[in-house]
């Protein structure tokens, strides 16, 4: 109807029926190709929408898998701190003496019952004067305590004694090296003084000062660390003039 009006329409202000019919067709033309880029955009969005869920999905999953970690961590973290408090509380009643809180009735009687026999056999009356079991296990200990001594004491000794090896060995290497220095130094010195080259032989002679002086640097360090008499008896064996 709309077509028809237009055409009349276009017949009264003097236009030809051929073009008003023309461009009516031209309309209708527009018309169904605005209809099919509309129907073709719903579809590719549609297409759009489809391929969006499964990344939109998988995202929620890692969201909810994340939230779920961070709870569980964080639920783990409670329960720790919350283990080590308790722990940490029922050291401190031990070491009073006493029953921790919050142990279960038949736990605090264990508790109570083992702290008795605790106090009763370390008494210093059952150790010295009390029965013969008290008295038995008072040299035991003492038996104990000093082999436990003689073990540290003779752990300690090898320790020491293992460090000073060391000591000395590279205290060796150090006398080594410094007589191989100036076994050069003088080869240089003779060259040069039959040379008769006195800016070199100056230079030698500066030297040799300041490798002497290293070495009584040297000297001083490995006699604090090896003590004064077994610096001594090593410096005899290495034939050193201290």
């Known amino acids: 109807m709309k077509f028809a009006n237009i055409l009349i329409l276009a017949t009264l202000l003097g236009g030809s ?14 018309l169904q190709r605005a209809r099919e880029i509309r129907d073709e955009r719903a579809g590719r969005g549609g297409q759009d929408a489809e391929r969006a869920k499964p990344a939109r999905e998988k995202k929620q999953g890692q969201n909810a898998e994340r939230t779920k970690q961070a709870r569980d961590q964080k639920q783990g ?8 408090a308790r722990d940490k509380q029922q050291g401190q009643a031990a070491e009073q003496g006493q029953p921790a809180r919050g142990q279960a ?3 605090r009687a264990q508790s109570m019952k083992a702290l008795r026999a605790q106090r009763r056999a370390n008494s210093p009356e059952r150790l010295i004067t009390g029965s013969r079991l008290g008295v038995q296990r008072a040299p035991q200990a003492r038996a104990e305590e000093v082999r436990q001594s003689a073990q540290g004491t003779e752990q300690a000794r090898r320790a020491r004694a ?5 000591q000395v060995s590279e205290f ?8 191989v220095r100036l076994a050069k130094i003088s080869r240089l010195q003779d060259v040069y003084r039959s040379q008769d080259d006195s800016a ?18 040297v000297l001083a360090r490995s006699r604090k660390q090896l003590g004064k008499e077994h610096f001594k008896s090593v410096t005899k064996r290495l034939r050193l003039d201290d």
């Open 200 to 217: 070199k032989v100056e230079r030698v002679r500066a030297l040799h000062q300041r490798e002497m002086q290293n070495f009584k640097r």
């Open 17 to 30: 029926p051929a073009l008003a019919q023309q461009s009516v067709g031209k309309t209708k033309a527009d």
């Open 172 to 179: 060796t290497q150090l006398v080594r090296a410094h007589r």
């Open 162 to 166: 293992g460090e000073q090896r060391k």
């Open 77 to 84: 973290q409670n329960a720790e701190r919350t283990k080590r």
């Open 105 to 107: 009735p038949d736990q």
